[in-house]
């Protein structure tokens, strides 16, 4: 498609500038957003619906380039197209040599699926765009049922909110989270799938049932799965891998603690660990070690002074200055470092809400992430929890001990694979 160049242009919020030189085949830094309806897609409907949202989000119609001292985004007047799903999960989506777009919108069956590079937005930033596109397509599907009232998605943010860099925003020359030293946290190895396949293992299970086991404990349900998480681990750790730490990294929704409207990237993390060096492998013992992490790491306060910290680093003189092909090797470098400290991430996008009118027609909400690691997406809608484990390995022990602990529990869970049983359910 024949491309205009456009004069519109914009700096990558901090959070995105770490993705672009750090995207290959391996980790493609790509999320998908997946809703699944109660019928089967219509193709047609559902690019009427695209090109409806794509008008409230104009910063998604960006292409990344790159300038002498940063990458930077692109407004374009390429247009997206809804095509059906015909890829792997969180496939290349961004290549620095081909400018395209930095999201798809595909659909297999009943389900719609959203597929965005982590430079253009975080999780949250992705569901209000998921969310939209999801009520223009069920209204234009059934405009009979809204002839007298349209339903509207609760975010009305202004485009300027929408593309706002809140990480500039709120910035200060405050406090500055302090540099610790690396400490090398245990890593899952292990053979992985050829031709950089990506497993992915979703169990799906009752919001109620979980919160039920989780409150036996005097816990969050996200402290509750990051426990059951890091004793999945455990147990497949040798006696002498004992020695190093099992770290998760746990993203923030930074616009839970600083006002934020932003559909760009407006996120931190926190680590938390547990060794099980000198402790006896009790759930227990994990939750109630991870709640007072928990209470450290999730204040204001600290978040601040890690944002300080992060935005500062980039705003030095002697960063700045730096041509952008000195940048890149320095990047991937930190990157890797980063990545010696965490064994595995678990992210809880939260509960996902539709208007009341929409809400029979949506049977569940998805996410899953690409990874070299393994890693957990956690995301609900009404009553059904969805927790998606990505991984390059062929090893499923983690996963299996993951649920199994959950179905000891008493809870039904629902597993399915998108490799070796293909479209197989399995209830527990």
């Not at 390429?78 to 969180?90: F, I, Q, R, Y």
């Not at 059904?384 to 996963?399: G, N």
Request: with cysteine; hydrophobic share 35%.
């Amino acid at each position: 498609m024949k491309r205009t160049k456009s004069q519109s242009w914009k700096r990558l919020d901090n959070a995105a500038k770490i993705f672009p030189p750090n995207s290959n085949r391996h980790d493609t830094k790509v999320f998908r957003f997946s809703c699944g309806l109660k019928e089967t897609i219509n193709a047609d409907a559902l690019q009427i619906a695209l090109d409806k949202t794509i008008v409230d989000f104009p910063l998604y119609t960006s292409i990344i380039r790159k300038g002498l001292f940063w990458y930077y985004f692109e407004t374009t007047h390429l247009k997206p197209e809804v095509k059906p799903e015909s890829k792997p999960p969180c496939s290349v989506i961004y290549d620095e040599n081909i400018k395209s777009l930095l999201f798809e919108v595909t659909y297999y069956k009943n389900r719609i699926n959203l597929e965005i590079y982590h430079a253009l937005t975080d999780g949250a930033g992705a569901l209000q765009f998921l969310r939209t596109l999801v009520l223009h397509y069920l209204v234009l599907q059934h405009q009979e049922d809204f002839a007298d009232h349209l339903p509207s998605i609760d975010y009305d943010a202004s485009q300027t909110q929408r593309e706002a860099d809140s990480f500039k925003k709120y910035f200060d020359t405050g406090e500055i989270l302090k540099k610790k030293p690396i400490k090398k946290a245990y890593k899952i190895h292990g053979e992985k799938h050829e031709g950089y396949k990506l497993q992915v293992i979703n169990g799906s299970a009752s919001v109620k049932d979980v919160l039920r086991e989780a409150h036996k404990y005097n816990t969050t349900l996200t402290i509750f799965l990051c426990s059951i998480l890091i004793c999945a681990i455990g147990k497949e750790m040798s006696i002498r891998d004992r020695k190093y730490p099992i770290v998760l990294s746990v993203p923030v929704n930074l616009r839970t603690y600083f006002q934020s409207a932003s559909a760009r990237n407006f996120f931190s993390v926190i680590n938390i660990s547990h060794s099980f060096k000198d402790d006896e492998m009790s759930l227990a013992q994990v939750i109630q070690h991870l709640n007072e992490m928990f209470k450290q790491e999730l204040t204001t306060k600290h978040l601040q002074a890690r944002l300080n910290k992060l935005v500062s680093l980039e705003r030095n003189y002697a960063t700045r200055v730096v041509p952008l092909f000195l940048k890149k090797p320095t990047l991937r470098i930190a990157h890797r470092l980063t990545n010696k400290e965490i064994t595995s991430v678990l992210s809880n996008i939260g509960q996902v809400r539709m208007p009341k009118e929409v809400e029979d027609y949506i049977d569940s909400f998805d996410v899953c992430v690409s990874t070299n690691n393994i890693q957990v997406c956690v995301c609900s809608y009404k009553d059904k929890l969805s927790m998606s484990f990505t991984s390059p390995f062929i090893s499923t022990e983690v996963q299996k001990n993951f649920f199994r602990e959950l179905i000891a529990m008493g809870i039904d869970v629902t597993i399915a694979t998108n490799i070796g049983n293909e479209a197989k359910d399995q209830e527990g």
